[in-house]
């Protein structure tokens, strides 16, 4: 009888911890949750929300290889070939003496004799509304328009984040330029209802 009593106490006590483990990981893995996240209809959360970069040329950002051939050096072209790195603040406004929310650091390749078409990739770090981590996109860069970058990985409170980052220009003009951010971020396990970039 002592040993049944035995068995069962250390059965159940192995339940616990096994219970107390699977609950710790759901935690764990879901997304931090603030008034900015919504539910999508699909039982999925997202989070969207906007940053500006603010890139000043020869202090943020440098041409660390010269192009061979195409457009001329100028605010939005480089010639084809060019490889650019940055480490730009994100503010939360246009306004580059706006609270700054984070940084995007990274690097772009001219692809096009037009100058206008990059390949890039970046690492965002934010620190923002109750939010820390980074997110690290991949994509095509149009450098006087709307780019679209999908979401590769994230860290912190954006672990396991899928979605995309929109660049659209704002101020082209002069030594410093101006980019909106606009992140719009999905946790799996529903991947499949993520949105995508119209």
């Known amino acids: ?70 457009a001329a050096v100028s605010q939005t072209t480089t010639p084809f070939g060019t490889v650019y790195v940055f480490r730009d603040n994100l503010t939360v406004h246009a306004d580059r003496a706006s ?31 109750g939010h820390r981590g980074s997110v690290s996109i991949l994509g095509g860069t149009y450098n006087i328009g709307p780019s679209d970058y999908p979401v590769v990985g994230g860290t912190g409170d954006f672990a396991y984040a899928v979605g995309y980052v929109r660049s659209s220009p704002v101020d082209l003009r002069g030594s410093t330029v101006t980019y909106k951010f606009e992140l719009q971020l999905y946790w799996p396990p529903y991947a499949p209802y993520a949105p995508t970039p119209q």
Do not use: W
């Open 99 to 129: 609270p700054v929310a984070g940084v995007a650091e990274g690097t772009s390749i001219t692809t096009s004799l037009d100058g206008l078409l990059s390949l890039s990739l970046a690492k965002i770090t934010i620190h923002h509304r």
């Open 1 to 70: 009888m002592a040993t049944n009593t035995r068995s069962a106490s250390l059965l159940l006590c192995l339940i616990a911890i096994v219970l107390h483990f699977q609950l710790f990981s759901l935690a764990a893995a879901a997304p931090s949750r603030s008034n900015k996240t919504r539910d999508d209809g699909h039982g999925g959360r997202t989070l969207s929300f906007t940053l500006y970069q603010q890139e000043t040329i020869n202090k943020t950002a440098y041409m660390v290889v010269d192009g061979v051939a195409g």
